[in-house]
């Protein structure tokens, strides 16, 4: 059993339907995003979906120099609020430093902590200071009851809002594994669990100078973990994944989300 909150309208936990947190992987352009958002709520609408729009004002931890990382805070806050005001739904995004929370925590619902991240205490706490509600991200490279210490971090500053998310775990040089285990073993800390099905796909920096993916096992792995029981999935998404400046290999295409989510609520219904 899992702890029950709401943000924006969008309920967390087992009292709740299933939440779906998707977008693209990082702000393209203000067209880019409010396209995306617009078919992401029209899904939404008429599938009767709890959403949560994400998207990256800045990819901090890229494989290259050269890689695209975002239009950086202001301009992206200020694109990702838009989102917010016209459709009304919870915006995720993730932070990088203290002074980021504290600017992006005014205009986001969900501060995302990144896998990379999660051991830095002082980052953490400031994320639970926030009042806004925590999605961490599982390190790579962290066991699923690692995560108990983090948790204890975040409830230290009174903020009981946190979502627990599986990435996938480091499993040789530049692969992932998705381990379902974990699913299990986090939800039983008592806070709701998130999957994330693209990122368990990736390559980190498999490709040289980015990384790269399979994004072809994303829904396999989505079906899965429903299965066997979470609060949510996450899944970056885009028109055309082979054109992302950032994730694109492990991406679902947006027209086959409508369809993938049917699917996933056929199997949350007889989990």
């Not at 979906?49 to 990382?69: E, G, M, Q, W």
């Not at 008592?190 to 368990?200: E, L, Q, R």
């Not at 490709?207 to 989505?222: K, T, Y």
């Amino acid at each position: 059993m899992s702890k029950n909150f709401t943000v924006n309208g969008v309920g967390f936990g087992n009292r709740h339907p299933l939440a779906l947190i998707a977008g693209p992987c990082v702000i393209e352009s203000r067209k880019n995003i409010m396209d995306i958002a617009a078919r992401l709520v029209r899904m939404a609408n008429h599938l009767d979906v709890p959403l949560v729009f994400k998207a990256s004002y800045d990819k901090a931890n890229r494989t290259s120099i050269h890689s695209y990382r975002g239009p950086g805070i202001s301009k992206g806050l200020e694109i990702l609020a838009e989102v917010r005001e016209k459709y009304n739904i919870p915006i995720l995004t993730d932070v990088h430093n203290v002074e980021e929370i504290h600017i992006a925590s005014q205009v986001v619902d969900i501060i995302q902590l990144p896998a990379f991240l999660v051991r830095q205490t002082d980052f953490v706490i400031a994320a639970g200071e926030s009042g806004c509600a925590v999605n961490v991200k599982k390190a790579q490279f962290a066991a699923p009851w690692d995560m108990t210490q983090v948790i204890k971090k975040i409830e230290s500053t009174g903020n009981t809002k946190i979502l627990l998310t599986e990435r996938g775990t480091s499993f040789g040089y530049n692969t992932l594994v998705a381990d379902m285990r974990s699913l299990i073993i986090m939800r039983e800390m008592g806070y709701p669990v998130i999957f994330d099905a693209t990122h368990s796909v990736q390559s980190p920096g498999g490709q040289g100078d980015s990384s790269g993916g399979d994004g072809r096992f994303a829904p396999s792995l989505a079906k899965a973990a429903t299965a066997v029981g979470v609060d949510g999935l996450f899944i970056e998404t885009h028109p055309n994944p082979e054109e992302a400046l950032s994730d694109g290999p492990n991406m679902v295409p947006l027209r086959q989300m409508p369809a993938l989510w049917k699917k996933i609520v056929a199997i949350d219904a007889v989990k």
